[in-house]
């Protein structure tokens, strides 16, 4: 019966780990480990990179282990963590989708997490729901708490600025009669930064200035 093959796969994301090797020394013996204790032909891939993203431009070498894994050239990914083939909840679970299909599986030393059992894929489920679900919690309390501050009058987001002989023009254009649009056309035709730095005026942004609160006193 011909041996079965696991990619190795070790990644680093700063330079100074990738010059001196340590972490993906420690990575690769590690797995090796694992893969010869089972009985499987290593292959050894290193990167260095960053896990937000799984792309082909921002990781090639991962790339170039999950098309061998596709083609059945190796049957099984092996890494110490989630977070060393990506950071991403969705997309791991994306992977996870596409190994059962193509038939084969992953090993992640360090989380005990093994799918080519049944118990281990149904542990990786789980890992990937708890990440979503701590995912969503987060963003649920930064959107009550953001909630809470504009409640209690804070302003949010990068605060507006314009010359207040800006705002001046503005308020005398309008109350000489001139329309939104006439204001907006004659400042962006002056080559008047907005306040948040624009080239562009638009009578929406006119009617902003004459009615927020920032500018009431001026």
């Not at 100074?16 to 009985?39: I, P, Y």
């Not at 596409?98 to 989380?111: F, N, P, Y």
Request: hydrophobic residues 40%; proline residues 2%.
């Amino acid at each position: 019966m011909k041996k079965q093959t696991a990619i190795v796969y070790a990644r680093v994301s700063t330079e100074e780990q990738a010059k001196n090797g340590a972490s993906l020394d420690a990575q690769v013996n590690v797995l090796t480990q694992v893969a010869e204790e089972r009985g499987w032909n290593v292959r050894i891939i290193r990167e260095q990179a960053s896990g937000k993203s799984m792309t082909p431009r921002a990781r090639p070498l991962l790339n170039v282990a999950l098309k061998e894994l596709s083609n059945g050239e190796a049957q099984y990914l092996l890494a110490v963590r989630i977070d060393r083939i990506s950071r991403n909840v969705e997309e791991f679970a994306r992977l996870m989708t596409i190994s059962r299909k193509q038939g084969w599986a992953m090993v992640l030393s360090e989380m005990d997490l093994d799918t080519t059992t049944s118990q281990g894929e149904f542990m990786a489920n789980v890992q990937i729901s708890v990440a979503q679900y701590e995912r969503r919690l987060i963003g649920d309390r930064t959107k009550a708490g953001l909630a809470q501050r504009k409640a209690e009058g804070v302003q949010l987001g990068r605060r507006a600025s314009l010359p207040v002989d800006i705002v001046k023009r503005i308020k005398q254009e309008r109350a000489t009669g001139s329309t939104l649009s006439a204001i907006a056309q004659g400042l962006t035709d002056d080559n008047v930064p907005t306040a948040q730095g624009g080239k562009r005026w638009y009578p929406s942004t006119i009617k902003k200035v004459l009615e927020s609160d920032i500018w009431s006193k001026i």
